[in-house]
């Protein structure tokens, strides 16, 4: 029993309950990053695409390569929208510096 002086467990009816609604969060879409094989671009030049802008080991961007080869279009990776769009503009220009008629596409996943 309190007497109500000094006493931390007074109830003065102030109190407010404040209740938060969750907002429903959608996954963004995801993209597909590919690239499309063709005759003229040198083996060795599709895997230092896929180490640099995929940041893939020796071996699995060999491994990607080798899809694109013998499949005709391999998956490099899969991204939100607009990190898909800037690898695939960044395979793009930089095969096209480099004189090779690569080409990178994205689907959605």
């Known amino acids: 029993m309190s007497n109500g002086i000094g006493s931390d467990d007074s109830d003065d009816g102030d109190t407010a309950t404040i209740t938060r609604t969750k907002p429903k969060v959608k996954r963004p879409n995801l993209y597909r990053v590919l690239l499309l094989n063709d005759d003229y671009t040198p083996m060795e030049f599709v895997i230092h695409v896929v180490e640099r802008f995929f940041h893939k080991g020796r071996e699995d961007a060999t491994r990607v390569m080798l899809h694109v080869?013998?499949?005709?279009?391999?998956?490099?990776?899969?991204?939100?929208?607009?990190?898909?769009?800037?690898?695939?503009?960044?395979?793009?220009?930089?095969?096209?510096?480099?004189?090779?008629?690569?080409?990178?596409v994205m689907e959605k996943k």
């Open 69 to 104: 080869h013998h499949h005709g279009v391999g998956e490099c990776g899969v991204y939100t929208y607009e990190v898909a769009e800037t690898k695939v503009t960044q395979v793009m220009d930089f095969a096209r510096k480099h004189q090779h008629p690569l080409q990178c």
